[in-house]
């Protein structure tokens, strides 16, 4: 049964790509013309989740973890090699085209605009193509121009657009028909820092009051602490983590650090139990220690009672670093917290 | 897909072409230049010979034949390379996320650039041709009806024909040389180059299995008049057949492709 409030059930979910192998250099090529070996390569790896409507969801993973691949699984380009994906209750590799009216894109790397067209003929194009009444359109569009800055856009052909203004562009077609998903892959590639906040709020708006579920990829770690309540990453096609970035924060934020710098003369230090050097600068010190065990203010104490301290703050891991570390596998997401803290 | 988006697309295709004005006249020119060369041809090799009829066709209906033959080709000028070009850069991904059918989205871009090549080339060069060479049409409403329809059904049949050869891009991604076989293909069977009447026997049960001579041949033929008013419909019936089988192996290459395709460049 499809509850009504999931907005995305994906289960089991896999694909595999044949990739065919040739031989290195000319005699290797030539080889590789008679006989070829394939290799299959597990793009997605039996994923689970599920989505509900409304959510704003962070699909993250370094570069071929798979995560452009499930994006055009639930987008209907590609068809799974095993399990089931349901958007809106519509599968979407079988039913492509009903899927389709009710789902929103954007791949940042390419346009669903017309090269050689103006924006609004586009837009227009699109609006016959989704079916969309003149009325809601015009509607629609009044909300698009002002929140995205479109107005001067409109009457340019798309070639000659810059990236970001072409990718507000993107984001505004994929929002014609009002879908109540929508799929963003890397929306903020290449934007500078103003456009991709004036995009971020802009998302943030639909999202809270529209009310519609996106999905979005992205490598930009801002994008994610600032938009997604929710966190899905991505590893070699496996879910490594799933669930609020705000839990994922906590979950790491045993690991507080302190930049500590002393004056010249009490530049070397003591070992303090409970408390770890992770990099040293001449007299510049970062210093981790664990939250449960130890309060902060003990720790500044021990150390002020010790050593004359000319700067001292105290940082939060960001979601950033957390993942880079997931990704390097410092971190593992199993046993997060038995970690000793003394060398 | 609405009519009227499948007419925006045609419009779109064909606003394209119209920008290539270069493009245009070349066309006309070396469309002409055919015209000429097969004309030419057929005069030469008929001078030879006494007989002045052969395997049916006078020297008269011979160069009629080679004049319609390629004015209907260039009228059924397509852009077959269309959805390989998609698959090799990966712009497909972007067509596949549209609530339309990606038979008719391509079936929208052919008759755009047809309808083009149509008005700019093979108008002229009919006009231009009528003037030089002898050509004898016969006029009758029936007939032309007759051939408009059996025109449009050919022109379903190569825009069909060149849709399944371009999903095999799906399989193998790089299928320019396929294309051009195809091509090669296309142009002998279909009665491009030389009626089918002058086939040697040999050759003509495998024209008969293949679906190329209702593309070109039929469709002439029932113009120039070498049919008679009687057969035509059994022509047309045929073409419908072909149209079945070709959606029909249309159909199941596109439900296997999908699985197969894979979008370059992420």
Known sequence: MQHDNIAIEVTDLRKEFKVSLSGKGFLGKLQALFHRSNKVITAVNDIDFKIRRGE????????????STTIKMLTGILVPTSGTAAVNGIVPYKDRKKNAAKIGVVFGQRTQLWWDLPVRESFDLLRVIFRVSRSDFDRQMEKLEKALGLRPLLEMPVRKLSLGQRMRCDIAAALIHNPPVLFL???????????KQSVRNFLSEINRTVGTTIILTTHDMNDIEQLCKRLIILEEGKIMFDGETELLKQKFIHEKVIEVEFYENDCVMQEISGVTVVREQGCKKWLTFDKDNFGIGDVIGTIASQYKIKDISVKEPSVESII????????????PSNKSFTK | MKPELFFKFVSISFQKQVTYRFDCFVGIVNGFLYVFIFTSLWKALYSQFDTTVHNGFTLTAIVTYAVLVMAVRISFTMDDSIIYRKVMDGSIAMELVRPTSFFFMNLAENVGHSL???????????????????????????????????????????????????????????????????????TFFSGGIVPIDFFPEFLKPVVNFLPFQYMLYFPTVILTGRVPLAEVHSIIISQLMWILIMGVICSLMWGAGKKKLVIQGG
């Open chain 1, 324 to 335: 880079r570390n997931i990704y390097d596998n410092r971190i593992k997401l199993s046993t």
């Open chain 2, 116 to 186: 083009f090549h149509t008005m700019a080339r093979t108008f002229p060069i009919v006009i231009i041709s009528l003037f030089l060479f002898d050509i004898s049409i016969p006029f009758e409403p029936v007939r032309l009806l007759a051939f408009l329809f059996s025109f449009f059904a050919g022109y379903i049949l190569i825009s069909m024909l060149n849709f399944a050869a371009g999903l095999l891009a799906f399989w193998f991604v790089e299928i320019f040389p396929f294309m051009l076989f195809k091509y090669a293909l296309f």
């Open chain 1, 56 to 67: 704003f969801v962070g699909y993250v993973g370094e570069n071929g973890a798979g995560k």
């Open chain 1, 185 to 195: 892959d890397e929306p903020t590639i290449g934007l500078d820092v103003l456009a």
